[in-house]
């Protein structure tokens, strides 16, 4: 199996390093794309697609495609962390520990003992690393929101200033790493569990392809917005904007959900009972 | 206004200057996150006071909403940077640093 992989990998490799004699030298003025293309952007890309934002509209409109199998490359990192490291639910942990909160006592139950449930008596601690610190946790709980809103702005920003989804997406998955990492990883599970990441990721993927098969339909190219106006019911160049704003959603979806879920499975071994 | 600008900057740099040194010469971890965590917060602060200052001085929304921005930068330093540093002190304490005494030396 490992041979075929690397064979395989090998044969890969031979048919890249062919491509690459067909590019044009690196800074070639006569290049097409130093000839044209960066030209009718820079020309066009506010009276096409009403963004002032270039690099927008270039990343989500003129090259939509690129972008999309972006996006699916980021789900599939996910995928891939998931299928590496998680461990099957049957590989329960050695042995649980709770603490009694009345008393304080802890208790340290071994595999296959009966666990007591969660409540105001009892409560589930980490065997190794016990995170409690007051500190760290009432200034996250302060920061947290704050910057959940701040990611929502990058996203809704980008036709107007740098951000998009991508970052919108990353800072939101940092505000929920934060929360995890200052309070536990089982207390954030809880509130995105693992199953709802993945979903959530998948959705944001098929919010993508999803617009552009709407244009499809609506009579226009894959991924060409300006066939939504009358979907949308504005002309065809707000219609673009709108068009990148759904792509973006999609985009800021998918990353957030991809940064916890690689966090869940990285930050715990897999095992995600309990982790950093 | 220029003045309060200068003087908002100088006093900032000054701080700035104190927590490099602190940083440089102090003789353990714990001692020298001190001027790291404290100085620098401070630093930043009053810098930034004198940028927010100096864009509000044209009476315009624009430059005040970019001033509040500025004054949002330094709420947010003002309310992490102790925080981290905390973090840190309390990951060396867990960690199992001794601190530095003038007898029994430690530290690193």
Known sequence: MKLIGMISIFW???????????????????????????????????SDTSVPNIV???LADYRGFDTMFETAVIFSAGIACFFLLRRP???????VVFRHIQTGITLRIEKGGRLPKESDEFERIDTQWVPYDLVIQVTSRILVPFIQLFALYVVAHGHHSPGGGFQGGVIFGAAIILFAVSNTLR????????????????IGVLIYAGTGVCCLLAGGNFLDYSALSGLLGVDPVTARSHGIMMVEMGVGLAVTMV?????????????????? | MDIVIGFLLVCGLLFFTGGSIGILRFPDFYSRLHPAGKLDTMGLLLS??????????????????????????VVIVFVTSPTATHAIVDAGVRAGLKPWTKEGGGGV
């Open chain 1, 89 to 95: 639910k049957y590989d329960a942990p050695e042995a």
């Open chain 2, 48 to 73: 930034l006071l004198a940028m927010a200052v100096y864009v509000m001085m044209d009476f315009s929304i624009a430059s005040f909403l970019t001033g509040l921005k500025i004054l949002l930068i």
């Open chain 1, 259 to 276: 940064m916890i879920w690689i966090y869940y499975n990285l930050s715990s071994a897999g095992k995600q009972h309990e982790g950093l």
């Open chain 1, 187 to 202: 207390k954030t599970t809880h509130r995105v569990s693992e199953k709802r990441s993945a979903v959530l990721c998948a």
């Open chain 1, 56 to 58: 927008t509209a270039i």
């Open chain 1, 12 to 46: 890969l490799f031979i048919v890249l390093v062919y491509g690459t004699s067909d590019f044009s030298a690196w800074g070639d003025p006569e290049s097409p794309c130093n000839l044209h293309v960066s030209n009718y952007y820079i020309e066009h890309a506010m």
